[in-house]
């Protein structure tokens, strides 16, 4: 298989953030084919968020300008994949509007902290929020649960966004 052909990590991770922004701006890909006046088609947009085929500087701007963000939001933070380096912990998606849901002192505080998390990253889409390992760490303490637990915590709790 021609390297070119297999996604990379990276390739994989611009991919994820490209899908993320997207459906942050609750468009299809169909839609932005449309409202990019096919400027994006469909079946390409989806290659580029699968990792399988990869961007040109020029193509990853005018995207960026269409979803009306700058550039360095389609691009993973810190330049790497989602999996942390090490102990190959994923990033958590948490879904805030469940989280709502639910009642008592650690939810509310852990709200709390989402939405300072929020500010701080000015991401405010208001459903879905990507936490980090620092984040996890202050997780397990609302929690009073081990830091390798916060994942199956949160997931036992359906809180783990997982998308459609």
Do not use: C, W
């Amino acid at each position: 298989m021609d390297i070119e052909e297999a996604p990379t990590a990276y390739s994989i991770a611009v991919g994820e953030r490209l899908r993320a922004i997207r459906k942050q701006k609750r468009l299809s890909l169909h839609e932005v084919e449309a409202r990019s006046n096919q400027e994006f088609k469909a079946s390409v947009l989806g290659a580029y968020e699968r990792g399988e085929r990869a961007l040109s500087l020029p193509r990853l701007d005018r995207l960026a300008a269409f979803y009306e963000v700058p550039v360095s939001q389609l691009l993973p933070q810190d330049g790497r994949a989602t999996t942390e380096p090490g102990g190959g912990r994923q990033k958590l998606a948490i879904d805030i509007a469940k989280l709502s849901q639910l009642h008592g002192a650690p939810f509310e505080m852990l709200t709390r902290f989402l939405r300072m998390i929020q500010v701080q990253r000015q991401d405010f889409n208001g459903r879905v929020l990507t936490i980090r390992a620092d984040d996890q760490r202050a997780i397990a303490a609302m929690l009073d649960i081990p830091v390798d637990q916060v994942a199956a915590r949160l997931e036992a709790l359906d809180l783990v966004f997982r998308p459609s």
